[in-house]
């Protein structure tokens, strides 16, 4: 067996094509230009990346987008103020902070001073948690992203035997609780999770993700035939080169569907914060 990969990459921009560019378009209609903030503290050169995947999916979205940059020196306070400030800005409808964070400031703190209608990363608590119910507001990015992809790709999580490897508050737990509300039978381990019991849940997996920011952690072999696999992780080796959580050529001899990294997750995170930032634009309009 050799997987099906699940291109983020072209779900993403048919996303884009087919659903943002029209909603966009409605918005412009009725004389409101959807805007995400990008606030950029110090000069991370991985940051500085990610942010300009973001400002080229907002423009082929036709969503106004603009990077707020301070130096990493600034004081919480200072910082507080400048989200204050866009907070009370009309013509703004959505502001992500790019972690990480410089030690002096609270990440929460800061998320929290972020008016929760224009949280479009989806990290406060109003918009983290009880996610199906509150359909209404925005729920967080990489998550989402998953849920969409996998829904794009035709399958249905309902009654399978998902595994979430990892329960951080902006991956693991959120697409746990997701893929709960969807009907599946969720299994979350993390670092605590016994090894005997860890490797008993990965055999029995029909739907696995994978988001524990350890290379290449997951190989193919722990895994069960025809296992849909969806890689989270991302990290840089010596030559370069990326590579996710998932041992990509071990797995995808199991597997019948595999995100790859880079391609899979990233795009799908990116493209579901310009959606945000649509819908955040979408609610002042109505
Ligand atoms: P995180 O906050 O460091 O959380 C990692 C989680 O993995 C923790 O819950 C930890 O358990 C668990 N864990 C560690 N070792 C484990 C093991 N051997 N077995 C099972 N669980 C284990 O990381 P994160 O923010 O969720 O991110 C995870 C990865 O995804 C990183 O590589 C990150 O760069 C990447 N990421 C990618 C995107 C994207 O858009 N592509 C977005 C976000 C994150 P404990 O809670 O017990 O410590």
Do not use: W
């Not at 973001?54 to 106004?64: D, R, T, Y």
């Amino acid at each position: 067996m050799t997987a099906q990969i699940i291109s983020g990459r072209d779900i993403a921009q048919k996303i884009i094509q087919k659903e943002l560019i029209p909603r966009v378009r409605m918005l412009n209609k009725k004389s409101v230009q959807p805007k995400l903030v990008v606030i950029f503290l110090g000069e991370n050169s991985a940051s500085a990346s990610y942010i300009r995947q973001k400002e080229k999916f907002a423009a082929q979205a036709g969503v106004a987008s603009e990077v707020l940059k301070f130096p990493e020196s600034i004081s919480e306070e200072e910082l507080l103020v400048e989200i204050k400030k866009i907070n009370a800005d009309d013509s703004i409808h959505g502001v992500i902070v790019q972690l990480p964070l410089p030690d002096h400031i609270n990440v929460d703190k800061v998320i929290s001073t972020i008016d929760p209608t224009k949280d479009v990363d989806g990290f406060s608590d109003e918009n983290n948690s009880d996610l199906d119910i509150r359909k209404s507001l925005l729920p967080p990015c990489t998550p989402k992203g998953i849920i969409t992809m996998l829904e794009k790709s035709g399958v249905n999580v309902a009654e399978k035997r998902v595994v979430v490897m990892g329960r951080s508050r902006i991956v693991g737990r959120p697409v746990a609780e997701m893929m709960l509300f969807r009907g599946a039978m969720v299994k979350v381990l993390h670092s605590k999770t016994p090894p005997q019991e860890a490797a008993q849940a990965l055999k029995e997996a029909e739907v696995l993700v994978v988001a524990v920011g350890k290379p290449e952690l997951v190989r193919g072999e722990q895994l069960s035939r025809g296992v849909i696999v969806i890689d989270v992780g991302i990290h840089r080796r010596e030559d370069g080169s990326l590579c996710g959580d998932v041992h990509f050529e071990s797995t995808k001899k199991v597997a019948s569907l595999i995100s790859p990294v880079p391609g899979g997750v990233g795009p799908m995170t990116v493209v579901s914060l310009i959606e945000n930032t649509i819908t955040a634009a979408e609610q002042t309009a109505n």
